[in-house]
Every structure is written in C-alpha cells, then in structure tokens.
C-alpha cells in the first residue's frame, strides 16, 4: 500500500476515502496491479525466494491462494494470515482486534500450535516491539498481553495517520556535558537567540537527532563516544558536531575530527567567536537539507518511471479490446504454472475455449458487433475464474484458461460452468441480442509431457475434437485419449 500511495498520492487517498472495503480491488482498477501483488513482485526483484513471495501475496485473503492444504505454502501464507489478524493491536488506537477470538483459535489449529502457545509467541512479539517503541518514542500502552486482549466482531478499522516530526527550520542546539561546561554554552548560546537542551547521557541526545529536535550537538571531552554513536548511522548525517575542549589540545583536536568532529571550539570561546562558527554550520545543514529533498524527489522520479514503465509492461503483456492478458502474457503464465506444477508436485489444469461460429456472427453482423461479443465473454469468463487462474485471449475467438493446483475433476466442473453461463448469456451489441456457445478442449499435466508447448498441445487436440464432436461441450484429453462430455452432463 505504501508504495502505491507514494508513487500515486492523490488518486491513492481517493481510494481510501471511497472503498471501506475491497480496496485491492480498486487499486486493480485504477492502477492496473494491487498491493499485493505489487508486494509480491517487489520481494521478487529483492531477490527474496518465491517460495515466501508468493505466499505474502494471499496472506489478507487465503481463500484465494488455491493452495493445496498443509502444504507449505498454504503454511508459510497461513501463520502471515495470522500475524496480519494480530498485529491490528499495535496499530488501533484502542488496542483491539476485530477478529474473533474463534476464527484465531481456529487459524491455530490449522497450524496446529499446541494451546497457548499462541500466548507465548504474541507476548514475545510484543516484549520487542515495546523495546523497538521505546527507541522511536512510540505509545504501546494500549497494547495488551494476549490473554487480555480485546477482541470484537466486525471490520478491520482503517490504520490511523501517524504524526509526522516537523522538519526543523532553524539551528537548534543540544550540549551534551556534565552542568559545568552547559552554563558556560548555553548562556553564549542565549545571547545569540539559541535555546539549548543539556543532555546528561548520550541515549537523551540520540533521541533528540532521531526526532530532529536538535541539528547542532556540542560534544564535551567526556562524551566522545557519542561522535562515534552519532556519525554511525546515515540518518543522523543532517547533524553538526562541535567538539568542546577545557584548552587548546591539538592531539584531541585531530582525534575529533577523525571521529566525525565538524569543528573544535573551547568552552571558553567569545560569543563573538561562537557566532561566526555556527555560520558553517547554518550553510552546511541548507546544503543538506537541499540534497536530501532533491534525492527525495529523484526516488519519487523514480518510482513513478518504475511503475510507468510497470504499466507499459502490462499494456505489452493486455489484448486491447478485451483488456485481458494477451497470448505472450498467457504463455509466460503457462510457463510460470508449469514449473510450478513440476517443483511443487501438485496438478494443474488447461482449458482452450473458442466461440462456436464467431464467423457467422463477423459476416452476418458487422465486426464491430463481433468485438462487442468478445468483449462481452472475456467479462464473462473473467467473472467467473478463480483470482490465482490466468485468463487470457490468445487470437481470434480463442481464450485460454490455466488454472494451477486444479485437479481434473475440478477443472471438469470449471469448464461446464463457464461453458453453462455463456450459453444462457443473452449479449446485447449495439442493441441486437446475440446467443452463443462455447467449445472447451482440456488437459491435465501428466508426467509424460515434456514441457508446456506439450500442454498446449494436448488442450487443443481435445478442442479440435470438442468442435467436431458438434460444438457447444468439453472435450478432456488424458493418456492419450480423448473423452467427450456432452451438453447434458
């Protein structure tokens, strides 16, 4: 989600404004992929193996995945399932999940932990995200132990907007020292309209450069570590470090700066002095302030060409006129479905469906009524596939249908519905009522195939035998053998 809302900021706030429910939906819609998808294409471009990317993908709505049961997958996108029901606690307000404690009873089965467990790995969970939400200064105390957590019917709420640490506009200094060496800045400091924070211990001014509430940090002998701590880590770069000396040591000048000092005063200096030093600074954290937007812009750029050229893809990969993959897009799922099938062991059904005398239509009613009627059954079929099934038009009147992990059975169910609702379909074009029928040739993987182009192969024999058959049915090619299914079964 937060990659589309960065990328497309406006029309992405629309979306949350009007869709409480089914936003992949809407995302689908107006950008063409939703964030669960995108997730799992990001994990992939990380190099992160597909065996987690592609379970990631279902883990807000498992019933779409098809996986087989307690095969791995199916667990891996399970236990996210779960921790995405859990973790609504620490982002809701009020602490509570608006899952049933049952249907999370019931995910732990299915996992099968041992009762309570569940108990001791949300309250381990929780053990570090208090410390993680101490370091960035984020409330937890509405987050209960499991035991007492609330839970309650209804919908997921929508996660509240965080508050943003303004960005710091001018120099605002933090002395980090014992009292003696802060009165002596701080009153210079006053006198040249600086406000600064006294900072005992080097974790309190850490947190001050997290939250950008000081850019400039006077350092005492004393708290040299805290140079190292500070220029460790690129986040706190838009900082500028005085090292203060009780005297002028040029050992310890050099040993400041090597350590990441930007400059070396004593704590005796002349405000006069003080106030030239701190014009460096001023100039240096502008500079900064400036590059850091220009590489915000630069990743924004970025990202907007990434998903453009996304999009592009898509379009190269999408038959126009029914907006379905076309049969490039459909050949590389086939592929993507075979070796899945192969390394997974599990079945994978094929189905080449064309529309019975498309060209009595084209002849008798003008192609521009023909394009409506394509148009008309890729919706239909579109409509009544599974999310994980690909369905495609690969030329002409012709769609493909690849539906991995579906057995034989019910790839046979599958085709006789798509068959029936385009049979009863009465499409209007361009105000005349057309009727079709659809003929179905189907195959199943089968160890003999040698690869994909086998596949394809085997459907449209079958489809070849469907249309001499009389049309308007299934035909199923397995073992070498075809087997007809007729309209009234």
């Not at 990434?306 to 898509?314: D, F, G, N, T």
């Not at 379009?315 to 099938?341: F, I, K, V, Y």
């Not at 046979?412 to 798509?418: D, K, M």
């Amino acid at each position: 989600m937060l990659g589309l809302a960065s990328v497309y900021p406006e029309a992405y706030s629309d979306i949350i404004a009007t869709s409480s429910q089914d936003i992949a939906a809407r995302e689908k819609e107006t950008f063409g992929i939703d964030h669960n998808e995108l997730s799992e294409a990001m994990m992939l471009d990380f190099c992160v193996p597909r065996a987690l990317a592609e379970p990631t993908r279902y883990h807000e709505d498992p019933i779409q995945s098809g996986f087989e049961q307690q095969s791995r997958p199916h667990n891996i996108m399970t236990l996210l399932h779960l921790a995405y029901r859990l973790s609504e606690a620490a982002v809701r307000e009020d602490g509570r999940i608006t899952t049933k404690a049952s249907v999370i009873n019931a995910i732990c089965t299915q996992l099968k932990l041992p009762e309570g467990r569940i108990d001791i790995i949300f309250n381990e969970a929780l053990d570090d995200w208090r410390d993680w939400a101490e370091t960035f200064q984020l409330s937890t105390d509405k987050v209960q132990n499991y035991k007492n957590l609330d839970f309650e019917p209804g919908e997921p709420s929508k996660p509240h907007n965080e508050s943003v640490t303004p960005r710091v506009e001018r120099l605002s200094a933090a002395i980090v020292s014992d009292a003696e060496v802060f009165d002596l800045l701080s009153g210079k400091l006053n006198q040249l309209g600086l406000q600064a924070v006294h900072c005992e211990k080097a974790s309190a001014a850490i947190q001050l450069a997290m939250n950008r509430q000081a850019n400039v940090f006077f350092i005492s002998e004393k708290n040299t570590q805290f140079i190292d701590m500070l220029r460790g880590a690129k986040e706190f770069d838009a900082n500028y470090i005085f090292f203060v000396l009780a005297k002028t040591d040029t050992a310890l000048e050099a040993k400041a700066y090597l350590a990441g000092a930007d400059d070396v005063i004593t704590d005796d200096i002349l405000v006069t002095h003080l106030k030239a030093r701190l014009k460096p600074a001023m100039r240096m954290l502008n500079r900064y302030e400036r590059w850091r937007n220009d590489q915000t812009e630069l990743r924004r750029i970025a990202k907007e060409l990434s998903l453009s050229h996304r999009q592009q893809q898509l379009l190269a990969l999408t038959d126009q006129l029914t907006e379905l993959p076309n049969r490039r897009a459909a050949m590389e799922a086939l592929d993507q479905a075979w070796n899945g099938s192969i390394r997974a062991q599990t079945p994978c059904s094929l189905l080449i469906l064309d529309i019975d005398h498309f060209k009595d239509i084209n002849d008798h009613y003008g192609h521009n009524v023909g394009d409506e009627v394509l148009r008309a059954v890729a919706a239909i079929l579109k409509k009544n596939v599974r999310r994980e099934d690909t369905i495609a038009r690969i030329g002409g009147e012709e769609f493909l249908l690849i539906s991995p992990h579906m057995p034989m059975r019910d790839g046979l169910i599958a085709g006789e519905r798509l068959r029936k609702q385009l049979e009863k379909a009465r499409i209007d074009a361009g105000g005349k009522i057309i009727c079709i029928t659809m003929s179905i040739g189907m195959a199943i993987r089968e160890e003999t195939m040698r690869h994909g182009e086998d596949f394809m192969i085997s459907a449209d024999k079958a489809l070849y035998a469907a249309k001499n058959a009389g049309r308007n049915r299934i035909a199923l090619s397995t073992d070498g053998q075809i087997r007809m299914f007729k309209n009234d079964q």
